[in-house]
């Protein structure tokens, strides 16, 4: 489906729920990571998951992004067309999956961030079936423990590993540093270590004569200390392009930086203090703020005619304070007049990346009064 397509005519009477992005500000917010990208000398590549959107994939390719990021090969098949250069940010492991990923590679590079000599073996079978190379880039854990080898020797054992096997080509390391938040600690702080572990596996992996061409980090908190961490040739930042309210709580993002919308109507204030709106787990998915777990699932910016004032406020105190899964119940303080039924409500996801994933089309915001939707390509694409 082309997006062009598809205008709305009446924003305003559109039905609800449904996900508004402002295109000038994901635009903005995509020259913003280029412009550190190209101050720094860093080559960005971002993680498509937050948009999954081949829109936005393409607009961060035109902005000089060196290749693009993807967790699930499914993803890659849908935004193929985006960029010749692709990093499966993920341990791949089983042979349907690596065939699939081998057979991209005719026409493309395609990498891999792997953390077991299984997962080495699996995708370099894979390849050699398909007559294709794929790139490794071993991953290395600098602090998350999601995935990633313990240490830098272990790395090197990888290493070693793809560099004679036939089918994988030896490209680099990669790490996501994913504990590094604000509210952990100080940032430069952690991305200083994180950089010294990163540099004690390149010492050895140069002594062995596998120098490391790509060295891939960073996410969303971290971008903007990159350049702290000499040692990396390339970031990932996702969430980045939209901005959520945990990046805002995180002092990471201003509320103009943040472009998506969830907009709502309230359908039902029969219990005394609550305004029960169309949005629920399944809209706005049910992640809580990790920047301020108490503080509700999602924030609140305008409910009926009133709408919060400055840059970071909350609704005058209007929480929402549980979600099932079509109803999300706001929590009126008693000196507010509970909001008509029928009133519009727009909220700040916590969390955007997975709000996104739920939703197969979202209403793209080209200019005032002027809106069109934009499919989300590789949602729900999982494998
Ligand atoms: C491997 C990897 N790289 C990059 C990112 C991007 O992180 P963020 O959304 O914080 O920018 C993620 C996020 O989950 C990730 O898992």
Request: hydrophobic share 40%.
């Amino acid at each position: 489906m082309s997006i062009e397509s598809v205008p709305i005519d009446d924003l305003e009477q559109l039905p609800t729920p449904h996900v508004r992005i402002d295109l000038s500000i994901a635009r903005a917010n995509i020259e913003r990571v280029a412009q550190y990208g190209a101050e720094h000398g860093l080559a960005i590549r971002p993680h498509t998951k937050t948009h999954k959107s081949l829109v936005m994939a393409q607009l961060q390719s035109r902005a000089g992004a060196i290749g693009l990021t993807v967790a699930k090969v499914g993803e890659l098949e849908a935004l193929v067309d985006a960029t010749d250069d692709w990093l499966i940010a993920y341990p791949i492991l089983d042979p349907a999956r690596s065939r699939r990923a081998a057979r991209l590679a005719h026409e493309r590079t395609i990498r891999v961030g792997v953390d077991s000599i299984e997962a080495i073996d699996a995708v370099a079978a894979a390849a050699c079936q398909e007559g294709t190379t794929l790139g490794i880039l071993v991953d290395l854990d600098v602090g998350h423990h999601r995935t990633g080898v313990a240490s830098p020797a272990a790395a090197l054992r990888l290493a070693r590993h793809v560099s004679t096997t036939h089918g994988v080509r030896f490209d680099g390391l990669m790490c996501f540093p994913g504990h590094l938040v604000p509210s952990n600690g100080d940032m430069a702080e952690g991305v200083r270590a994180y950089d010294a572990v990163l540099g004690e596996a390149i010492e050895r992996l140069v002594g062995d004569g596998l120098p490391p061409p790509i060295v891939s980090g960073g996410s969303t908190p971290t971008f903007r200390y990159s350049h702290l961490a000499e040692h990396l040739t390339e970031i990932r930042p996702g969430t980045s392009i939209y901005n959520d309210r945990n990046t805002l709580l995180w002092g990471e993002a201003e509320l103009s930086q943040c472009a998506a919308r969830v907009v709502a109507t309230v359908v039902s204030t029969a219990v005394a203090g609550k305004a029960v709106i169309d949005a629920g787990s399944k809209t706005l998915a049910a992640d809580l703020c990790g920047a301020d777990p108490s503080a509700g699932f999602g924030q609140v910016l305008a409910m009926g005619d009133r709408r919060a004032e400055g840059e970071e406020s909350e609704l005058q105190g209007v929480r929402i304070s549980r979600l099932t899964e079509e109803h999300g119940e706001l929590e009126i303080p008693p000196e507010l007049p509970v909001p008509p039924l029928g009133s519009r409500v727009e909220i700040l996801p916590n969390h955007i990346c997975p709000c996104i994933n739920l939703h197969d089309r979202v209403v793209l915001v080209e200019a005032p009064g002027k809106a069109r939707w934009m499919p989300i390509d590789a949602r729900g694409r999982l494998s």
